[in-house]
């Protein structure tokens, strides 16, 4: 177990609806970063959030947005889905913003298909 | 659960055999390196790191490693065991970034 929990684990949308994920992190880890999977390939990353601010953003259209809050969970709301949304969105957790030598703890994610 | 990988270059391997599972790289500015596990249907399971300073690391019954010349990380796994079968991922990062940047990833498959 990471100690990072994401909700819902799975879901349906219909194109062109609204829809909001949400992780837990790891106890103490401030960092949260998201990253989409599609089947067959890696994860992508989003965004990340550090102390309720983005910090860094992938190649994803704005309709891709996220809140961190005080307790430093976090949500991803994606606007507007299309059939392509569909992937496993996948929620990471770590401390501090540099990338190196901070272990990077990753949720079960959410499997969002979208019909 | 769903599976992630359906359509990934796979390597079977007898149990108790070694093996190895290559990535390269495109970034020479990347200055750190992970090897993720991921099961089907669930999240990537970090297994073991290195930074750029270092060409080799071990763990419990895995090593990682690093060529820098050619831009390629090595992931072996000594005594391949069933549990072990996933689809395994390297992970790049340079320190001018936040994110973590993925390969295609490789499916390994135990034979009992």
């Known amino acids: 177990e990471t100690g990072v929990t994401q909700s819902p684990t799975h879901l349906i949308k219909t194109r062109g609806q609204q829809v909001t994920l949400r992780c837990s992190s790891q106890?103490?880890?401030?960092?949260v970063s998201w990253y989409q999977q599609a089947l067959g390939q890696g994860p992508q990353f989003i965004f990340q959030?550090?102390?309720?601010?983005?910090?860094g953003r992938g190649n994803f259209p704005p309709r891709f947005s996220g809140l961190q809050f005080p307790n430093y969970s976090s949500e991803l709301n994606v606007n507007a889905l299309e059939l392509d949304d569909s992937a496993l969105y996948l929620c990471?957790?770590?401390?501090?913003?540099?990338?190196?030598?901070?272990?990077?703890?990753f949720g079960e994610g959410s499997w969002l298909t979208v019909v | 659960g769903e599976s992630v990988g359906l359509h990934l270059p796979t390597l079977s391997v007898q149990e108790g055999d070694n093996s190895i599972i290559n990535c390269a790289y495109s970034?020479?500015?990347?200055?750190?390196f992970i090897w993720y596990k991921q099961e089907s249907g669930k999240g990537p399971q970090f297994i073991i790191d290195?930074?750029?300073?270092?060409d080799k690391r071990q763990g419990q019954r895995v090593t990682v490693l690093l060529n820098k010349t050619v831009k390629h990380l090595s992931l072996q796994i000594a005594a391949t065991q069933p549990g072990d079968s996933a689809v395994y991922f390297c992970?790049?990062?340079?320190?001018?970034?936040?994110?973590?940047?993925f390969g295609g990833g490789t499916r390994l498959m135990v034979k009992p």
């Open positions: 990471a957790s770590r401390s501090g913003t540099g990338v190196s030598g901070n272990t990077i703890y």
């Open positions: 106890s103490g880890h401030n960092t």
């Open positions: 959030y550090y102390r309720e601010e983005e910090n």
């Open positions: 970034n020479s500015a990347s200055d750190y």
């Open positions: 290195i930074r750029s300073n270092m």
């Open positions: 992970a790049e990062n340079n320190n001018a970034g936040n994110m973590l940047t």
